[in-house]
């Protein structure tokens, strides 16, 4: 009892900690106090054509912009009348440069493999399979799903289908093939690109496996390209699947890039809302192109002589705005990794940290909690003075863990940057500025240029410091969303439909007497998972397509390593009786389903699920009995044994 009131203090007490940025970093910086940060940000909000105007200068334009914005409430257009091309901004425009010959990408394979490819290097390998995908009969606006590892190739496959103005569709390599089949069935895709497998703790993932059975239910796929990375065996469908390495031999390195309207689909990332079906989030080339170079450069303040590494898979957005587009729209040298962190030894990261000696690092509170767990001496063994700046992003980091990123890893000498962004906001929009901004940990501090966030209630109030509510967005920014693929109604209700005037975000929040940010997490029945958003019902729809199962809640608990783990509560259909072996069965037939990530950790049998009177399962009440919780308010629950027989049948 005592402890916990200590603890609680505790926690208040670090709360209260803030952290200057060290002056040597500030005077380096871009951004060099926090006067500056806030003229930049009042030009921003009272100026913002002058603000995005200077920017957008800095990249090629084949045609520049008649209009910064216009904002038809909810849809956006950005630099309206532009042309350009991101793939050219991201390669051809460093050409031009010394850079030419300077590292693009530091690739580390899971066996230990190195390979590096400079900006000329990535410039020929791009031009050729955008070639590739030509002669594939692809073409600008068509859409390309990409389903591979974190491999070189990926980030080629990406770039070449932004070079020809073919939309990509990148799925996470985790996927199973049904998740897979959904996605590319969505999205309309014409061409699969795969590999045959990728290394994940010393084993082999079989994507192409997977992707031979999502083809079978993806009438629109015509073709497979097959990038050859494990070497074992796998088939191959005579006209319909061919090989990278076959198809590149004869291709040119001459290929234009194809000259873009600024609103033009750049890609399609699929996301999990709060009913089963993904989403398939829409980015278009402009504004996202300028988002993503602007924070990268402000946020990450990347510099010629850094060595970048953001931890991210490209499967999930991170990967695509801080591995691929930002940093090389920037010209950075960007560390990329294929396997795990913890192969073979828990030490991995931090021995490519001392290995490449990089300078900048972004990963996830998840990672950094699976660190604190597997003992200091793991990091501590490495040399990583290399270090100057760290990052995290994907849900809140609590306190405990942002010191133990600062002393630990960053050795009380490097600023973190805790950056609150999401699949729909394409940039990164509540974060520090290394060199400016104090940092609380466990806030994510401020808004970046030309953020208006705000904290409310339904009505779309503002409420007062420290009152917890929505997070919304006032208004639109460059790198936003531009809708729903195929689903413009869900777009106008999810998005804009909930608070009036605002981007709904989804997630509660609130702001401290300081104006800074507290992310508390989803409102929405959204888990985040180890940094990844999973939906509910689509756990939930995959629970009950198993034959024994008949109704089916999935919740989050908190987690210690993984933020929240996957709860599934099952009733049975009547012919079957619980056992372990049938909670196992279950929980791989969600892995089967959805992908190993959504695997529900426990899976607890149920005569019954709580319901209201409306027939509403009330998730609330199994999120507190999953946590061990006593339930809260159960005046709308219809038959109160119902949560006594649950809580019973808890051994
Ligand atoms: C980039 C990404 C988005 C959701 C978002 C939040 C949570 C992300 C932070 C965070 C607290 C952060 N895209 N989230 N970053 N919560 N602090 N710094 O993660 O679309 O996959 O997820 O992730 O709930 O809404 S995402």
Redesign the pocket.
Known sequence: MSGSVGDRIASLLQEKRVFTPPASFSAQARIKSMDEYRRLYRESIEDPDSFWSRHAEELHWFKKWDKVLEWEEPYAKWFVGGETNICYNCLDRHLSTWRRNKAAIIWEGEPGESRTLRYLDLHREVCRFANVLKSLGIQKGDRVSIFMGMVPELVVAVLACARIGAVHSVVFGGFSAEALADRNNDAGAKLLITQDGGWRRGKIIPLKETADAALEKSPTVEKCVVLRRTGHEVPMREGRDFWWHELMEGASDKCEAEVVDSEHMLYLLY?SGTTGKPKGVIHTTGGYMVGTYVTTKYVFDVRDEDTYWCTADIG???GHSYIVYGPLANGATVVMYEGAPNWPDPGRFWQIVEKYRVSIFYTAPTAIRAFIKWGDEWVTKYDLSSLRLLG??????NPEAWMWYHTVVGKERCPIV???????TGAIMITPLPGATPTKPGS?TLPFFGVVPDIVDREGNSLGPNEGGYLVIRRPWPSMLRGIYGDPERYEKQYWGQVPHCYF???GARRDEDGYYW?M??VDDVL?VS???LSTMEIESALVAHPAVAEAAVVGRPDEIKGEAVVAFVTLKGEYQPSSELADEIRKFVRQQIGAHAQPDDVRFAEALPKTRSGKIMRRLLRDLAAGRPPGDMTTLEDFSVLERLRQSEE
């Open positions: 996301t999930w957005v991170t995290t992003v994907g849900e809140p980091i805790d950056t609150w962004w999401q699949t729909e994510a975000t989804g997630d992310i997490g989803r985040n940094g990844h958003r």
